[in-house]
C-alpha cells in the first residue's frame, strides 16, 4: 500500500510539469528556478524519499531489526519497479539504499535473506547508469502506461543537449531543437495515464 500511495503522490508532482520548465536548464540555473518550480519539486520529493529511507534505516539500533527494515524497504522498491512502473520513486529508495552511513552496514546485509539480496541486485542493474542508462531505457521503452519515469535521465539528457550552440553559421540548430523536442514528448507521453489508485489520507500524510 505504501508502494501505491508513494506513486498517488509522484503522479501529482510528475504530470503538472510543464514543457516550459524543461527549458534552458532552468532548474539548475537560481536566477531560472521561478520557471520550473514542478520540476523542483520533483526533485525534492526524491531527495525527501531518499532521506527518509537512509534516516528510517540509521536510527534502528538492532541489527536484526533494521535488516527487516531494509528488506521491507526493498521489497517496496521491487513493487515500484515491476508492478507500478515509478522509476523515480524506485530510483530514490535505491539512493537511500546507497548512502555511504548505509551502505556500510555489512553486519545488516548479512542478515538480508539470499532472495531479497538477488531482487536488490535486479533493481541495482536495471537503474544502473552504465551506458547512459542503457539497461532503463530499454525497460521503460516496452512498460504499458501509467508509469512514472526516473526524470534525472531526462534532465540529463536535455543539458548535454543545451550545451550545443543555438546557432550553426547564422542558421537556427534545428537539431538541437529536434533532440530537446524528443526529450520533452517523451515525458509528456507518460503524463498523459493517470494511475487508477485510491488515496489513503492517513498514509499519504505520513509520506
Same mark, same amino acid.
Given at each position: 500500500?505504501?508502494a +501505491? &500511495?508513494m506513486?498517488? %503522490?509522484?503522479?501529482?508532482?510528475? #504530470?503538472k510539469?510543464? !514543457?516550459?520548465?524543461?527549458l534552458n536548464?532552468?532548474?539548475?540555473k537560481?536566477k531560472?528556478?521561478?520557471?520550473?518550480m514542478n520540476?523542483?519539486?520533483l526533485? *525534492?520529493?526524491?531527495n525527501?524519499?531518499?532521506?527518509?529511507?537512509?534516516?528510517?534505516? /540509521?536510527k534502528?539500533?538492532?541489527?536484526?531489526? +533494521?535488516?527487516?527494515l531494509?528488506?521491507?524497504?526493498i521489497? =517496496?522498491a521491487?513493487h515500484?519497479?515491476?508492478?507500478?512502473? *515509478?522509476?523515480?520513486?524506485?530510483m530514490?529508495?535505491l539512493?537511500? /539504499?546507497s548512502?555511504?552511513a548505509?551502505?556500510?552496514? #555489512?553486519?545488516?546485509?548479512?542478515?538480508? !535473506? !539470499? @532472495?531479497t539480496?538477488?531482487?536488490l541486485?535486479? =533493481?541495482?542493474?536495471?537503474?544502473?547508469s552504465?551506458r547512459?542508462?542503457?539497461?532503463?531505457?530499454?525497460? %521503460?521503452?516496452?512498460? *504499458?502506461?501509467?508509469? %512514472?519515469?526516473y /526524470?534525472?535521465?531526462?534532465?540529463?539528457d536535455?543539458?548535454? =543537449?543545451?550545451?550545443? !550552440?543555438d546557432?550553426?553559421n547564422?542558421?537556427? *540548430?534545428?537539431?538541437k531543437?529536434r533532440?530537446?523536442?524528443s526529450?520533452i @514528448?517523451k515525458?509528456q507521453?507518460?503524463?498523459q495515464?493517470?494511475?487508477?489508485?485510491?488515496?489513503?489520507d &492517513?498514509?499519504i500524510h &505520513?509520506?
Amino acid at each position: 500500500e505504501i508502494a +501505491r &500511495q508513494m506513486c498517488i %503522490i509522484e503522479f501529482r508532482l510528475f #504530470s503538472k510539469i510543464r !514543457p516550459s520548465e524543461l527549458l534552458n536548464q532552468s532548474w539548475s540555473k537560481p536566477k531560472y528556478k521561478h520557471r520550473a518550480m514542478n520540476v523542483l519539486r520533483l526533485i *525534492n520529493r526524491f531527495n525527501t524519499v531518499s532521506m527518509w529511507v537512509a534516516t528510517s534505516i /540509521l536510527k534502528v539500533v538492532k541489527v536484526r531489526d +533494521r535488516a527487516k527494515l531494509m528488506a521491507k524497504f526493498i521489497k =517496496i522498491a521491487d513493487h515500484l519497479l515491476n508492478t507500478l512502473h *515509478n522509476f523515480n520513486a524506485t530510483m530514490a529508495i535505491l539512493a537511500g /539504499l546507497s548512502w555511504s552511513a548505509v551502505h556500510r552496514l #555489512s553486519w545488516t546485509r548479512k542478515e538480508l !535473506p !539470499p @532472495s531479497t539480496l538477488k531482487t536488490l541486485e535486479e =533493481i541495482e542493474k536495471m537503474l544502473s547508469s552504465d551506458r547512459s542508462y542503457q539497461s532503463y531505457r530499454n525497460h %521503460i521503452a516496452g512498460c *504499458n502506461p501509467p508509469c %512514472i519515469p526516473y /526524470l534525472g535521465v531526462y534532465l540529463t539528457d536535455l543539458t548535454f =543537449i543545451d550545451e550545443n !550552440p543555438d546557432t550553426v553559421n547564422g542558421m537556427i *540548430n534545428f537539431t538541437k531543437r529536434r533532440l530537446v523536442y524528443s526529450v520533452i @514528448s517523451k515525458i509528456q507521453q507518460y503524463q498523459q495515464t493517470h494511475y487508477n489508485l485510491q488515496p489513503v489520507d &492517513q498514509i499519504i500524510h &505520513q509520506l
